[in-house]
């Protein structure tokens, strides 16, 4: 059954159980992945998956959902009948509707999508990928954990009142994590992901010569002093930190009280003036981008913070409605819709007098220590409380050498990060989460594994 | 006459698939495959959330699909798909097959199914014993309501889930078993404020294969906990950060265990050589005070089940006997790379994922001492009350954050601190658990690894920890 086969289906079902609205949201995929150990195949996989969610509105607008892989034209009479009984429990608190957007014409960019390469061209090329980085150097022992995929899928979102959005789009992953080893030494392990939009786009020789840079620069470790130190979070570790804390301006978050972030934080200062953060899905260097959301929204470039006030937050059509605005497409559909952002880009704005620019990661000689990854997101980040502790990989800088960090952890608090960014480096990298500059943060605290 | 030929072409689910199954594998020994499972499965799930004073979400959800993995040699392939006719798993066969290049003559030989072991046959009225959405709503409004004891508490959640899944397995080696498994978890988590401070508390329940637990649950003995906990955090000052003694609470304590030891005595962590464990077999690796376990059998424990994701029946391993190792935790993958036999492991989230060797309900056994016994007997540390999540780095190193912990002096609770991660290596900790309370208790949990999210248990008693880093301010 294709999309519009599926919409009529719907439309009919409803019809029977007396459902004068509804809409649905389906993603329908086909994906492809490879690991190797040591030259040889270790898991092929293929999988082709499809899930529908349908919500319905009862007599008392009340609204019901129902998630299910059973997209038969039994399983879509199921799906309805189950989606009405829920209704019944439907939160009558905030009600929700169809996004007034859900119609609006959609800002797409050119859809790139790829044909399969097939899983043997995708095991030949780990394969080698496997064999160069191994080869890359000595100390390099294993490729623990690598893989490549392409998924190819569609979404789709449709409504009672005629809106209908879909687009087919294919994606490519290339990952490799290489350990290193040297005798009376501790095991080292780093690693490098790509993305494009088909296998044939990824940079496969960069992903291996950062992998392999990243791991081999970490052989050389030592322990790091418990104090308190000016960091340099890289881009990725940067985005990573406000992701962690986008509760900040998620209207869902605020609504819960469980964002740092009231309803009157519009305008508030959380950071030096310098300092611009967008949320841009449509960015074209990101490639997991989709042109709306789950509740049918065009997704659009907002900007979350303007010369270091807050500018904006993100919306459903519910907390939009609330917020007596528009929704912003960062929805996602559920029987409670969730918020979330799309791809966060850093910027440095045109009022950055205050900036310390004389610190850069490449030429500054004083002492710092540089945070190229934090790890364990979940575990150490209370979104909630605006405290983190978090284990990172990352430099002590020292008397002009650059010494890797055993093992360690960088704790604060979001608020107090930044308010103290002292430098925003001018030149913006790309990572997969987003794009963001070097950051500077004046004394954070740094515990260190003894 | 139309209804068997339905039944002969598509699984149907409560009917017998045999004629089916045998075909579908014929066909995959047949093209060359070594090994031939396939995993069927057919769920109906539901989760509801309360906040505040109101249910915000009723989600109910069902689905099927197949898992279809094929052998050869040491490598494999495997297709998930959600078409269950004949046809579907037939192409689902081929595609495996065509994804490990196989072309060699050589032929398996598959004798057919063995006899079918039903593990559901006393369970398929379960899903008419679990509660009601509408009892499930009350009871978690009157436990949010209960979570209102003063105007500190900002944020009130309490959430319900149920997953009720049935499943099929049948592989080349006879394996031809059915089974319903029934998970049940309820969690209460508030968010206290006042002024800058601000604190959480959150407790999660759960169950397996009990359709009444839910209606048993003392929500006020767990609103009453998580209340406190918030309480006594909101004021906390940060930890100072450093090296010190620790002793570690029972039920969700054992989660240290569970991510920095536990993962690195699975299979699948040999395979990769990512284990410092994988020639430690019968060899010290841990303080002798420490004896560790992984089984599937403790009634009602989340991660128990009457028959792991290959068909195996669970058994009771011990990893560690005396600080000595073991065994590892194997599934069928395991054992054909590594040679360790599999203790009824094999696991996955769902059809969409291969199983591979994962935990079950893990924990360390109690030992002689009582708690007052592990405190008294640290003149400066940290008493970690409730942990939060935590993780662990390619290369072994973790790191846990402490929800609620607070300051021992001279064997004395002192007062509540925030802020404290337990940042280590297994190899370099286990030998320093010197003593174990003999206070044991399992608390439920979700571990995502390599083939997904699967339900388990952890649990310790008391344990005490000589030295280890706590990461603060």
């Known amino acids: ?450 | 006459m139309l209804s068997s030929q339905i039944k002969s072409n598509e699984i149907v689910f409560g009917s017998c698939n045999k004629d089916l199954l045998e075909e579908i594998i014929f066909y995959g020994i047949g093209l060359g495959a070594d090994f031939v499972e396939i995993f069927i499965e057919n769920t109906d799930n539901s989760s509801v959330l309360a906040e505040e004073d109101f249910i915000t979400s009723v989600s109910p959800s069902f689905g099927r699909g197949a898992g279809i993995r094929i052998f050869k040699g040491k490598k494999d392939g495997f297709v998930s798909t959600n078409d269950l006719t004949k046809h579907g798993l037939m192409r689902s066969v081929s595609q495996a097959i065509e994804m490990l290049d196989i072309t060699e003559n050589k032929r398996e030989v598959f004798n057919g199914l063995n006899k079918h072991r039903d593990y559901s046959l006393s369970k398929k009225n379960w899903i008419n014993e679990v509660p009601s959405i509408h009892e499930i709503s009350e009871k978690l409004l009157v436990s949010t309501k209960s979570l209102k004891k003063n105007n500190k508490i900002i944020t009130r959640k309490g959430s319900y889930s149920r997953n009720l899944q049935e499943v099929i397995i049948a592989s080349s080696d006879g394996t031809y078993v059915s089974d319903i498994r029934l998970h049940q978890t309820v969690g209460l988590n508030v968010i206290a404020s006042d002024a800058q401070y601000r604190s959480s508390g959150s407790r999660r329940f759960g169950s397996s294969g009990m359709p009444n637990e839910f209606r048993l649950w003392d929500h006020e003995k767990a609103s009453n906990d998580v209340f406190e906990s918030s309480m006594n955090m909101l004021y906390a000052d940060y930890v100072d950060a450093g090296q010190m003694p620790v002793v570690l609470a029972n039920k969700f304590g054992g989660v240290i265990f569970h991510e920095a030891c536990g993962h690195l005595l699975e299979t699948t962590q040999i395979e990769r050589g990512t284990t410092p464990f994988e020639n430690k077999l019968n060899e010290k690796i841990a303080h002798e005070s420490v004896t560790a376990i992984d089984e599937g059998i403790s009634e009602g424990s989340f991660g128990s089940l009457s028959v792991d994701d290959e068909g195996m029946e669970p058994e009771k391993s011990v990893l560690i006997k005396d600080g000595i190792l073991k065994k590892f935790i194997s599934d069928r993958a395991g054992e054909l790379r590594t040679g360790h036999k599999r203790t009824g492991s094999g696991r996955r989230q769902n059809y969409s994922f291969a199983a591979a060797s994962r935990m079950r309900n893990t924990y360390i056994a109690k030992g002689e001492y009582s708690k007052e016994d592990l405190i008294n007997s640290i003149s400066e540390g940290l008493y970690c009350k409730s942990m939060g999540g935590g993780s662990v780095g390619a290369t072994g190193q973790f790191n846990f954050a402490v929800e609620e912990g607070y300051l021992i002096k001279n064997g004395k609770l002192t007062n509540p601190v925030k802020g404290a991660t337990l940042i280590g290596e297994a190899k370099e900790v286990m030998p320093k658990i010197s003593m174990c309370g003999n206070d044991l208790e399992l608390a439920p949990g979700f571990c995502g690894s390599i083939s997904g999210s699967v339900n388990v248990t952890v649990g310790q008693p008391h344990i005490k920890v000589d030295s280890i880093t706590v990461g603060g301010r």
């Open chain 1, 1 to 450: 059954m294709n999309s519009r086969e599926i919409t009529t289906q719907i439309s009919k079902a409803a019809d029977l159980l007396n459902l004068k609205k509804w809409d649905y949201g389906a993603s329908f995929s086909n994906d492809y992945s490879v690991q190797v150990d040591k030259g040889e195949a270790k898991q092929l996989k293929a999988s082709q998956k499809q899930i529908l969610t349908i919500r319905v509105w009862n007599q008392s607008n009340l609204v019901g959902i129902t998630t299910t892989s059973d997209i038969s034209e039994s399983g879509i009479q199921k799906a309805l009948k189950q989606a009405n009984i829920a209704s019944d429990f439907g939160n009558k608190n905030e009600t929700t509707e169809f996004s007034p957007l859900a119609k609006d014409p959609i800002k797409v960019k050119e859809v790139k999508k790829r044909n399969p390469v097939g899983i043997k061209k995708l095991l030949t090329v780990l394969r080698e990928a496997e064999v160069k980085l191994l080869e890359s150097h000595e100390s390099i022992k294993s490729v623990p954990y690598n893989g490549l995929s392409e998924s190819f899928f569609e979404r789709v979102y449709a409504n009672s009142e005629g809106a209908f959005r879909s687009y087919s789009k294919s994606q490519a992953a290339l990952y490799l994590y290489a350990r290193a080893e040297e005798k009376n030494k501790k095991p080292r392990s780093s690693g490098s992901v790509k993305l494009g939009y088909g296998a044939d786009d990824i940079d496969i020789e960069s992903c291996i010569k950062e992998a392999s840079n990243k791991t081999i620069s970490h052989l050389n470790y030592s322990t790091i002093k418990t104090d308190k130190y000016l960091i340099c979070f890289s881009p990725d570790s940067f985005l990573t930190i406000i992701n962690a804390f986008s509760s900040m301006f998620n209207a869902r978050s605020i609504i819960d009280r469980v964002s740092l972030s009231n309803k009157n934080s519009i305008g508030e200062k959380l950071s030096t003036e310098a300092l611009n953060i967008y949320d841009d899905g449509l960015h074209e260097k990101n490639i997991s981008s989709t042109p709306f959301d789950g509740e049918g929204t065009p997704t659009k470039r907002l900007c979350l913070i303007n010369r270091g006030r807050i500018e904006n937050f993100i919306h459903s059509e519910s907390t939009a409605r609330i917020f007596k605005t528009t929704p912003t497409g960062h929805a996602g559909l559920g029987s409670k819709v969730s918020v979330s952002p799309d791809w966060i880009v850093v910027e440095k704005s045109d009022e950055n007098f205050d900036l310390k620019t004389s610190l850069d990661h490449s030429t500054y000689e004083g002492e710092f220590v540089y945070i190229e990854e934090l790890n364990a997101i979940h575990a150490g980040v209370r979104a909630s409380q605006g405290s983190f502790s978090l284990p990172f990989d990352g430099w002590l800088y020292k008397n002009g050498k650059k010494i890797s960090i055993k093992s360690a952890t960088v704790a604060g608090d979001i608020k107090y990060l930044l308010k103290n960014i002292v430098n925003i480096e001018s030149s913006q990298e790309v990572t997969t989460g987003g794009i963001s500059p070097h950051i500077w943060v004046d004394e954070l605290s740094i515990t260190g594994d003894a």
